[in-house]
């Protein structure tokens, strides 16, 4: 295991600098503005940008790149860059998303020539407000507060510095958000609860309620489970708006250190669902524990490649593989949802299939869990560790904790 950190963490910096080098190789080579407005407004004439704020300017019209006015406003993964085309009135006349970092599951319908056309025609004096004036997006609320926040703010300081329009900067009365601090409570309890429990096996239902909850809470309600998404969003300078977000990255962190992959065994909405089906009365296959063990490295390769590839892109898309984002997204392609219905479906023939060979949350706190003997393995182990496991094949189930009794 020290030798695949070690390989590990090697291919991640070098695939980090590769990218950044690539990255400033074509800092210079930023979207034409010019063609793009081209195929938005093909009957105007846009002289080059220029001023200040930057602008095209057409009779009649003015045009921008928003992350030239309001480069700190940020969605879930990062700025959401939008081609506005304005009159001289200060109505917005055409919008193209040029580039984000947000998740395409949650984000599809944002992307619409529908959703899109909707936004024509407003003014930024309107509040620009979810549910109210513009429609809300299920399951992509960060993500359309900063698209609508982008377009609002970025509009109204073009219409103010080129028009010379002034539209008052009115704060919206946004209502408070109570995601995080749903999170918070729950991720805090389970962990409570696992050491409490963690030198008995007389509490296992406290498991399974924590379990159950994390489908409810984490998969359902919040459409939020962690994702080295995540951390390759930050690595590439993606910073979100979104509290919770960081209170994914930072709470998943501390638990690693606590805790090793006690995210995986109590708080993962699909882990859960994977148990669950597992426990279904199903002859299982019998895996040679030689075939196991290589089996297992998979999952180490897989997020080192992802990883590879993402950060020599800067594409975040490139390794949107996890099953999960697709499932509680609700969105994806067939093949999406082909592949999510065969690693369930897979449970009942494998204990916990996709965390043992595939999940790169599972690899990757695997990576850097603690070593802990007191975890020797049973019989009903439900991640199928052989006795006396390595760390990092851990879920934390306190099934076997010291007494190796069940």
Known sequence: MKRLRIGLLAAVALSFFIGQWFSLSISGKAPDGKKLLRD?????????????????????????????????????????????????????????????RETKNYVHFMESPEYIAKLIGKHPAEPFQQGMDIDAISRATVSVDALAKTLKESSRLAASGVLGINVKDVARAGAFDIRPFVYGVFFI?????????????????????????????????????????????????????????????????????????????WVCPFGALCEFVGRLPVRKW????????????????????????????????????????????????????????????????VKRFWCRYLCPVAALTGLISREDSGYVSINNCPMGNPTNPHISECIRCNRCYKTGKS
Not at 63 to 90: C, H, Q, T, W
Not at 305 to 310: E, G, K, N, Y
Not at 315 to 333: A, K, M, P, Q, W
């Open 189 to 265: 309890v389970s962990l409570a609860v696992y050491f409490v429990t963690r030198k008995t096996a007389k509490y296992q239902v406290a498991r399974d309620i924590s379990l159950a909850m994390g489908i409810a809470i984490l998969g359902i309600y919040l459409s939020s489970p962690f994702s080295v998404l995540h951390l390759f969003s930050i690595v590439l300078g993606g910073f979100s708006s979104s509290a919770l977000f960081y209170a994914l990255i930072i709470s998943v962190a501390l638990s690693v250190i606590a805790a090793g992959r006690f995210y995986c065994g």
């Open 40 to 100: 938005m407004a093909p009957d105007l004439n846009f002289g080059q940008k220029s001023g200040m704020p930057l602008h095209y300017e057409s009779e009649g019209y003015i045009a921008f790149n928003s992350y030239d006015l309001v480069p700190s406003i940020r969605g879930y993964a990062g700025p959401i860059k939008l081609l506005v085309l304005m009159d001289r009135e200060s109505f917005i006349r055409g919008i193209k998303i040029i580039e984000h």
């Open 286 to 349: 019998e895996v040679s524990k030689n075939m196991d063990e290589k089996w297992r490295l998979f999952k180490y390769i897989i997020l080192g490649l992802v990883a590879a590839l993402v950060l020599i892109s800067g594409r975040l898309d490139y390794g949107n593989y996890e099953v999960y984002v697709t499932l509680f997204s609700f969105h994806g392609s067939f093949l999406s949802w082909v592949l999510v219905f065969l690693m369930l479906a897979a449970n009942l023939k």
